[in-house]
């Protein structure tokens, strides 16, 4: 069967581009892969946490995942750290990638800045922890955003490496998948800069645990201009916040951009605000409201995710054992 590996990391808050980019697509998957959903803990360490906070981010994202319609009994889902496996694998995947390929890698050059040569070295490896989660389970596919694609590249490669290195086709070469109309959600504060758990503004983004009150008012207060909407699409794409803002009520309500204008153009922004926070509520209150309800019961969500780690690891620990035996470690 087709396997589907995919996670998020538990910094900060999760939000509606998390949501229309990733969960909502998982959601569908599941009826059609075998799947795999990771908390990647792990690869949160490459930025300071604080311990209890991390903790709590964690069971959040689970029970994001499981709020939006996630089947931990029909799914796996775990948080990366309880399975060693990955770090093993993530080791012996690095003694087979060269550094020139990790020196391509634009997300650690954009991260780094400047500052480059203060930067740990798990931002710079990241990428080969990541290629470990998804080889580790020989996914066959990933869906991955537009700003993760460079490295789901180079987890092919890795894999392609190894299988050539060690005259076997062990791993499979994962393929990536980019869904639906709302891949890439922009800022409500900057319509060319992308939603970010990052940004120093509440009002850039809307997280998934806004009551409706709070998604209203950042909507409202979401950057616009001062024109109508247009009738087309090209006349949309020059206006980036305008932009933003159809490309999210389309994802919401599952109707392409051309479909919105046809229903707006024309219309005010302060009309067609009006339309998006009750169809953004309607979407995302319900998730919102499960979400209090599963993080409500703390050791619930200890309990899911503990079962599935016994189920992953279950897999993991089978696969390794094979990369150990066909390079040359010896298992007494």
Known sequence: MNRIFSGMQPTRQLHLGNYLGALRNWVELQNSYECIFCVVDLHALTIDQDPEVLRNNIREVAAAYIAAGIDPEKNILFNQSVVSAHAELGWILSCHTPLGWLNRMTQFKEKAGKQKDMANLGLYAY???????????????????????????????????????????????????????????????????????????????????????????????????????????????ARPEADNLVTIYGALAGQSREQVLAQFAGSQFSDFKKSLVDLSVDKLAPITTRMKELLSDKAEIDRLLKTGGERAAAIAERNLNDVKDIIGLLRP
């Open 127 to 237: 990428p080969t922890l990541m290629a470990a989660d998804i080889l580790l389970y020989k996914a066959t596919h990933v869906p991955v955003g537009e700003d993760q694609k460079q490295h789901l590249e180079l987890a092919r490669d890795i894999a392609g490496a190894f299988n050539r290195r060690y005259e076997t086709d062990f791993f499979p070469l994962p393929e990536p998948q980019i869904l639906g109309e709302a891949t890439r959600v922009m800022s409500l504060r900057d319509g060319k800069k992308k939603m970010s758990k990052s940004d120093e503004s509440e009002y850039s983004r809307i997280n998934m645990t806004d009551d409706a009150d709070t998604i209203a008012q950042k909507i409202r207060k979401a950057k616009t201009d001062p024109e109508p909407l247009p009738e087309t699409v090209t006349e949309l794409e």
